[in-house]
């Protein structure tokens, strides 16, 4: 398993905003985020629609904020040892923020290079 490449992100495209939904984000720019970033196509994705809330998301669903893709470089499915590392302290990867969850992908890279398996302890430090 490899991260996704360096590139430049893709950019937000201009929409008219509308205050009554929960979200800025649309589908089409969605499908632009999974091609850009190779998320496979077993991966749902869906916007907020009137009533829902990103702190509340639907069952069997998580939140995964945009920042997580563009500025964290993560990739999915999610690997396991930040999944273990996650429900050993009982946080959800929506909780982290940017500098936390790039240092959790940078020791899993740097233990890929290095041949070790990560487990929760590791992170403990962080």
């Known amino acids: ?10 950019t937000r495209p201009v929409m008219q905003l509308d205050p ?3 979200s800025r984000t649309s589908p ?3 499908k632009t985020l999974r091609h850009f970033y190779r998320v496979p196509s077993g991966i749902v994705f869906r916007v907020l629609v009137h009533g829902e809330s990103a702190e509340d998301p639907p069952e069997g669903f998580f939140t995964c904020y945009e920042v997580i893709l ?6 999915f499915p ?9 429900d050993r302290f009982e946080l959800s990867i929506s909780q ?5 969850l790039q240092k959790f992908l940078g020791m899993l890279i740097l233990s890929y290079e290095l041949g070790t398996d990560l487990s929760p302890d590791d992170f403990e430090g962080l």
């Not at 398993?1 to 893709?10: C, K, L, V």
């Open 20 to 22: 009554t939904l929960p």
């Open 96 to 100: 982290l923020n940017v500098v936390a």
């Open 78 to 86: 999610i690997p396991e040892a930040i999944v273990r590392a996650l």
């Open 70 to 75: 563009t500025r964290c470089r993560m990739w």
């Open 28 to 30: 089409a720019y969605l």
């Open 1 to 10: 398993m490899t991260p996704p490449p360096e590139f430049f992100n893709p």
